[in-house]
C-alpha cells in the first residue's frame, strides 16, 4: 500500500485537484478527533466521507469515485484493501460509490433503445471494436432498456467524434448507430448535417462525472461492467450472477 503525508496526491496517475472544505459531508461525530487531525495534515483535500476501515487507527476516506485510507498520523495510504477470505474491500466499497452515482445519471441525455425492464447504461465509443461487440450482443436482447451516452476516444479512434456526432445528428438515431456499428461507414465520408457538439460534450461531462476512462462502461441494473465481458453481462441479464 502506497503512503504519502503531506505531499501533492496523485490517484491513478492523475493529481487528484484539492478543494477547500469546510468539512466532511459524511463522518461520524464520534470520529471529531480523526476528522480534525485530517483537516489539520490535509486542509485542502475534499472529502466526501471518513469512517473506521476494518484496521483498527485506519480511516477509509471516500473522496469522489476514489477510496483510500488515512492514518491520524498524518499519513494517506492509497492501494486494495483485501479480507483474509480474498474480498477486495477497496474495490466493492469504489462499486458502492458508483452505484450511488448512477441512480443520479441524468438518463434525458442518453440515446434510448429498448424498453425491456433490464436498465442498461452504455458509455461508448462508436469505432471502438469491443463496444460493437456489446452493441451487436444487446441489440438482440428484447428485455433491456438501454441508455446510451457517447464517449469517443479521440486519440485512439480519430473518426469516432464525427461517427458520435452524425448519429446524434439522425433523425433515426438508433438506425444511424446501427449503420455505425456495423462498419459500413468505416472510410467513408458522412453526410454535413450539424455538430450537435452541445449534446455530445453533455454525455461525455456525464461519462466523466462517473470516472469513465475508457469504453465499453456499461452498468446494468446498478451493477458495474468494464469491458466486453459478454459472459457476465448475460449472466447479469439472465439473473444468474447476484447483484452488489
Known sequence: ?????????????????????????GANENLKPEVDSLK?????????????????GL????AGNQVFYFSPDGYLMFGELWSKDGKNLTAEMREKVLAEKVKNIPLDKALKIGSGPRQVIEFTDPDCPYCRKVDEFL???????????FFPLRQLHPDAEKK???????????KALREVVSGSMDGKPLPETGSH????????????????RGTPALWIDGTAINGADIPRITALLDGKEVQR
Open 1 to 25: 500500500m502506497r503512503i504519502l503525508k503531506k505531499k501533492k496526491l496523485r490517484i491513478g496517475g492523475l493529481i487528484l485537484i484539492v478543494i477547500i472544505t469546510a468539512g466532511i459531508a
Open 139 to 149: 441489440v438482440k436482447r428484447t428485455d433491456v432498456t438501454r441508455y446510451v451516452f
Open 164 to 174: 458520435a456526432r452524425y448519429i446524434l445528428s439522425q433523425k433515426d438515431r438508433e
Open 59 to 62: 480511516f477509509e476516506i471516500v
Open 40 to 56: 489539520k495534515n490535509f486542509p485542502n483535500l475534499r472529502v466526501d466521507n471518513l469512517k473506521e476501515s476494518p484496521i483498527k
Open 197 to 212: 457538439d452541445a449534446m455530445l460534450e453533455e454525455m461525455e461531462q456525464v461519462a466523466k462525472g462517473m470516472g469513465v
